[in-house]
């Protein structure tokens, strides 16, 4: 339990807060960062240097070599790589960007997932950690997902995304009971950092895209796939999440205030999507039958998911350790139940088995 539940306020405490339980058979770690202090990769990297500081303080004589960190780029972690010539290069896409953005979230809002009627949890009750709801998908599963995307030209993430907006929009009509109408949403987190922030220090650089797209488009998973696919590619290819900052900059500044677009009142996303990747992967950790060995203990799950918003609902991560793909959620429980958060998830993983047995043609 803790006092303010989900909820750190960084004038107070620091944004981190870690609990472990454990019995004679296993221990259970779990790290509660602040988004505004670190993104997905340094919440990673700061679990592994525990890790791998616990490992050569259990057993010395086969101590690792931690990743360097040099504290003063920190001070650099907004510059995402631009020069000023880069600035004035992208200021036409920034322009567009401060633009498009607001006036695309005005006109066709994202809307929010429906959810079935639920009593509000007792103030006892929020005070107790999240258990987060996850599903996972076997190797044999992930190799047939991956051969699905790489047969279609797109990428297994593009393929993970768009599956979970037509589990969302099927999600949407089982509660409702009716056709589906409208626009979902997925923002997706995009890792800013460029080569010299290799050494970074625990931080958050990470800018975010929405994904905005209507039920028509949902009802024909191929075209969706392949919008998907080229909406990625040109996030990629142009940077284009690093106009997030410029678009709340401008908000902030000449609209007054953030809460005009993104309040409390307002569903910016119908969920968050995160693709973590493989977890641990560069590690320096050993390894026992490719679980990570830290001196006496050995790592057998990891489990992480991004946090949510008003109207936001839920939030999803996908990562894959030992060759698994694992579905987690986190979930606003003065919304929903962790009965209603895990059928969300096993909708999505529903519609990836789906995907993975009828080669990547949803359905």
Known sequence: ?????????????????????YDDEQTELR???????????????????????YHNRVTP?????LRPVRPELLKQRTRMGRTWWRYLLRLPLTLIAVVASPLEFKLAPPRELQLPTFKRPEDGDLRTVVDMPAE????????????????????????????????????????????????LGLVVPFNLRSAEDDEQTVTNIVGMAPINVSAKQIDNPAGLLRFIAIVMRYYKRFQLAIEFQSVITVLERFFGSLNTFVGPNHCSATATFSNVGRVFSDSPLPRIDDRLR???????????????????????????????????????RLAMSHDTAHEIVKCVVKQLRTSAAVGGSAS
């Open 1 to 21: 339990e803790h006092p303010d539940a989900a909820s750190i306020n960084l004038r107070h405490e620091p944004g981190l807060r870690t609990w472990a339980r």
């Open 31 to 53: 790290f509660h960062f602040h988004h505004s202090c670190s993104d997905g990769i340094g919440a990673y990297r700061f679990i592994d240097d525990v890790l791998c500081l």
């Open 61 to 65: 004589d086969e101590a690792v070599t």
């Open 136 to 183: 996972k998908l076997g190797k044999e599963e992930v190799s047939r997902l991956a051969k699905a995307a790489k047969a279609q030209g797109v990428s297994l993430n593009d393929l993970l995304m768009r599956d979970t907006m037509v589990a969302l929009k099927a999600w949407n009509e089982r509660v409702s009971g009716e056709p589906f109408r409208g626009r």
């Open 294 to 332: 830290a001196g006496n203990l050995t790592l057998a799950v990891v489990e992480s998911a991004p946090p949510i918003r008003p109207h936001t609902w839920v939030s999803f991560t996908t990562l894959s350790y030992l060759g698994d793909l694992t579905v987690i959620a986190n979930y606003d």
